[in-house]
């Protein structure tokens, strides 16, 4: 089986169409797009997904650049403004590394994953969508171009010192593209969602579900319930900007842009691209130990738990008074609870170890080191967001806030690496080298950890809310470490998107199965 | 029972209509009003939350129509078409439109800020998706032979298809030619005008006296011929057309070079 291979054969063969005795002029007929083609008329999910997940680590490696310029604008060696060329400038790439390591990396990644595995996992041909799959990934790419480009041209999510003519223009094309690739995403959610609920096989219950897939459905509902308050919070943004005073809300100028959206990510919402991580690391310790959870209905109910504690359209506090909402019993409890489902889910995964082949080869598998690597950075941001909830500690409107950012998202891109080994004949792609996969997960899991400590201890050391950490003068060591951090992830977002690249090659079925 | 189409927009109406709620009462919504659509207190945000409604509005009148008329059930299909067994799963044919439809939306995303011209073009664009994709995937659903299926698309969709486009390419080419002719200089636009129709003339020639030439030969130059035609076009109306110089007795002469605002002279 190779990449290019046509969908329409996959789709004859899963209904039986493609017989021997088909006329002739059925081949005619249906004639198999030319390789060229096939990205854009493919109706084969596995296709869609390899798209997916090749741009979203190509925009992995460009985003993480960003963060390493925006870390090094904290190292007191070249004033911030100075290295992008203006304050404004340096805002708009602070919020463009937020969003696009959201919307353009983690969501997409996984989501892509999700197209090419959950079909087979659930015992269905091809996903509920297959058009709607395909108009996903063209319809976030789109956005995506228009969201970096409009960036790089004056837009993004606000601006510090007022928006001028020219910068209304971009910031409206920030917005219609944000909007854009809220919808594609949603597009591919639904698709994922109602592959898992309608064209499971007969007997499959819900609890019964694989992980993975299970864990896709909450995300995708999580992703429904968070992402369309999102794109009406645009809608408004953009009303205020675009449209007659009269119609107003708030404020389109200013940092007041950033303000309606930023919750989105900051938890609770941050967590919703973490759901899938978790189906991503049960299976992957399950495969490389050879093990079934003995209660995978608890694993059910872990991932399902976990998801209902992201969703975060309520926590918005642009139109609450912040102290009324962070200090709200609602939100703390939100914030310690969702320690609660990753320890249990670390639990299911030692069992897993436990019941398994605890082998030196097992152990040291890339998959069993990159889940509990992402395990561990998924738990640690969950416990500084606890943290960050305790009111006492002060640590609201610190780093702290992006130490909970980068352990998600950071964990994210490692889960990404692990499905992309143990998925990899789902994917139709070559096995991803396991020197590559390792050496991915080595520079992911160390960059994430400085991230998340150094961001943590920051937070602890400011004296007043500093969310662009630009006036922390008592910690320029910390802030070294944060340097060194985003070039290890930037490495290793580098490292992951050649490996999945040299991967992109046609292999025969029984070759691309890594175990 | 419940269609796959009817589940699909039904789900995205609990969406919208959750999301519209959480809106609500996170904008400033109070007492029922985010729940009994303002009836009994405040909704918060208006726009937002007017958005969100109506989407979760369209989404319930999509998904009542798809089961009414239960589209996507296998079983429904078979009855009608007399079939023995209900096919378990059914192909879905290799389309551009869901490409298609993205960079329409993409285009009206861009055009509503930089050129009403584009927004209209990518509004043209998605609602000329929207149509040939319901009809691919009416199609694809009709019978259990793709071929079959396709033949019935066609029988369709050509009628309208052949002579829609017909008429965009004539539009093109002559946009695209006359854009050409008015930029050259007189003796460069007869010149270009000779060539082009010999060209024609003897292409059409060749391919009447050799009907074995390849399909894909003959595409292949078509192509070539059309974006050489279309960029000509483009370029010429960047430059403008050439100086006309119009004189009292209405009869007028052009210097050959072209201007860069297109205006006549007087």
């Known amino acids: 089986m190779t990449l290019t291979e046509p969908a329409i054969a996959d789709s004859e063969a899963a209904s039986g169409a493609g017989d021997a005795t088909a006329p002739e002029s059925s081949d005619e007929a249906v004639a198999a797009p030319s390789t060229l083609a096939q990205p854009f008329v493919t109706s084969d999910a ?40 203006g304050f404004n400038a340096y805002f708009r790439m602070w919020t463009l590394y937020r969003m696009s390591f959201m919307l353009l990396v983690v969501m997409p990644l996984l989501l892509g994953v999700a197209l090419a595995v959950v079909p087979s996992q659930v015992g269905a041909g091809n996903v509920a969508f297959p058009r709607a799959a395909l ?24 601006a510090i010192d007022g928006v001028t003519g020219n910068e209304s223009d971009a910031m409206a094309l920030t917005l219609l593209g944000t909007g854009m690739v809220m919808v594609a995403l949603l597009l591919g959610a639904v698709t994922v969602a109602t592959t898992v609920i309608s064209l499971r096989q007969t007997g499959m219950s819900l609890l019964y579900v694989p992980p993975f897939s299970w864990s896709m459905l909450v995300a995708a509902a999580v992703w429904l319930f968070t992402l ?61 130990v050879g093990a079934r959870s003995s209660r995978p209905e608890a694993i059910t109910v872990i991932v399902g738990l976990f998801g209902l504690l992201a969703v975060g359209g309520w926590s918005q506090d642009y139109f609450t008074a912040p102290q009324d ?68 500690l002060d640590l609201l409107e610190t780093t702290a806030t992006w130490a909970v950012f980068h352990g998600v998202v950071v964990a994210g891109l490692i889960a990404s690496v692990v499905a992309l080994r143990n998925w990899s004949q789902e ?89 | 029972m419940f269609t796959t189409g009817f589940k699909f927009f039904f789900g995205l109406f609990a969406a919208f209509c959750a999301a519209a709620l959480v809106y609500g009462y996170t904008t400033g ?53 007399n079939l023995a067994e209900v096919p378990t799963d059914q192909p879905v044919s290799a389309s551009f439109w869901p490409v298609a439809a993205s960079f329409g939306a ?60 017909g008429a965009l390419a004539v539009g093109v080419v002559v946009l ?59 370029l010429a109306a960047v430059a403008g057309e050439r100086d006309f110089h119009h004189h009292t007795d209405d009869t007028h002469e052009e210097s050959g070079e072209p201007t860069s605002n297109g205006e006549h002279g007087g």
């Open chain 2, 106 to 165: 993409g285009a009206a995303a861009v055009g509503s800020v930089l050129h009403p011209m584009v927004f209209v073009l990518g509004l043209a664009v998605i609602v000329l998706s929207t149509v040939e994709w319901t009809m691919d995937a009416w199609a694809d659903r009709a019978t259990g032979d793709a071929a079959v299926n396709r033949e019935l698309r066609n029988r369709i969709m050509a009628p309208i298809e052949i002579p829609v486009i």
């Open chain 1, 228 to 288: 369309p308050v999102a794109v009406a919070n645009l809608v408004v943004i953009y009303a205020d900007l675009r449209g007659r005073p009269a119609i107003a809300f708030g404020r389109a100028e200013s940092p007041d842009i950033w303000l309606q959206l930023d919750w989105l990510v900051e938890q609770p919402a941050v967590y919703i691209m973490a759901v899938p991580v978790l189906g991503v690391a049960v299976e992957a310790v399950g495969a490389a």
């Open chain 1, 135 to 158: 108009a996903s990934f063209w319809s976030w790419l789109i956005g995506a171009v228009i969201i970096v480009v409009s960036v790089f041209a004056g837009g993004g999510w606000g």
């Open chain 1, 325 to 392: 909402l962070r200090d709200g019993l609602v939100y703390v409890a939100f914030g310690l609870a969702a320690v609660l489902p990753l320890v249990a889910l670390a639990g299911g995964a030692a069992e897993l170890v436990l019941r398994g082949a605890k082998t030196p080869d097992r152990l040291l598998d890339v998959r069993m080191v990159g889940a509990g690597a992402a395990l561990k950075l998924l738990g640690a941001a969950a416990l500084v967001g606890a943290l960050r909830v305790i009111e006492p």
């Open chain 1, 46 to 85: 596995s296709a869609v997904g390899r798209l997916f997940v090749l741009a979203s680590l190509l925009l992995a490696l460009g985003t993480s650049v960003v963060g390493v310029l925006l870390s090094l604008g904290r190292t007191e060696a070249v004033a911030p403004w100075d290295l992008f060329g």
């Open chain 1, 427 to 515: 994917l139709r792609i070559g096995p991803l080298s396991a020197v590559v996969g390792r050496g991915a997960i080595a520079l992911l899991a160390a960059g994430g950890g400085l991230l998340v400590l150094s961001d943590l201890v920051s937070g602890f050391l400011a004296d007043a809310p500093d969310l662009m950490a630009l006036s922390l003068d008592g910690s320029a060591v910390l802030n070294v470490v944060v340097f060194v951090g985003s070039i290890l992830v930037a490495a290793g977002a580098a490292a992951a998107a050649l490996g999945a690249v040299s991967a992109l090659r046609p292999v025969p079925v029984a070759e691309s199965d890594p175990a």
């Open chain 2, 176 to 234: 695209a030619a006359s854009r050409i002719l008015l930029t050259v200089s007189q003796l460069a636009a007869v010149t270009v005008a000779g060539v082009v129709s010999a060209l024609i003339l003897g292409g059409a020639w060749v391919y009447a006296s050799r009907p074995g030439l390849g399909r894909r030969l003959v595409r292949v130059l078509g192509a070539v011929g059309a974006l050489l035609l279309l960029m000509g076009g483009v």
């Open chain 2, 29 to 81: 919504g109070n007492h029922v009003g985010p729940l009994s659509l303002g009836w009994k207190g405040g909704v918060g945000d208006h726009i937002g939350y007017g958005v969100l409604v109506g989407l979760a509005g369209v989404s319930l009148t999509i998904s009542l129509v798809l089961v009414s008329f239960r589209d996507a059930d296998a079983a429904a299909q078979a009855h009608l078409q």
